[in-house]
Nanobody, 120 residues
Framework: QVQLVESGGGWVQAGESLRLSCVASGSILRLNAMRWYRQAPGNQRELVADISRDGNTNYADSVKGRFTISRDNAKNMAYLQMNSLKPEDTAVYYC??????????????WGQGTQVTVSS
């Protein structure tokens, strides 16, 4: 079994920054792609950013230039540095990872989410 746990969410004012963290634990042989999604009330879950194991990144247009995804393979962790936050960034942020397990199966796992609230 694999668990993803996010942390770092909170309440900030517009223009401020937050850094989210995601740690993976359990029966992990290798973490492959990792992603951050978000879901605001009444909206569908959307992909914010993703990062391959070797560090290639992609971003949603709405966060380009403001958010940075990174990872530490030795620690099985991913991060999302969020700068210049806007009220429209308010959402629950979820970590997602493709995991090659110790049983040699690649499965996708989700964290439980962390709330980010940005006030104007």
């Amino acid at each position: 079994q694999v668990q993803l746990v996010e942390s770092g969410g909170g309440w900030v004012q517009a223009g401020e920054s937050l850094r989210l963290s995601c740690v993976a634990s359990g029966s992990i042989l290798r973490l492959n792609a990792m992603r951050w999604y978000r879901q605001a009330p009444g909206n569908q879950r959307e992909l914010v950013a993703d990062i391959s194991r070797d560090g290639n990144t992609n971003y949603a247009d709405s966060v380009k230039g403001r958010f940075t995804i990174s990872r530490d393979n030795a620690k099985n962790m991913a991060y999302l540095q969020m700068n210049s936050l806007k009220p429209e960034d308010t959402a629950v942020y979820y970590c997602n990872a493709d995991v090659l397990s110790t049983s040699f199966r690649e499965l996708r796992f989700w964290g439980q989410g962390t709330q980010v609230t940005v006030s104007s």
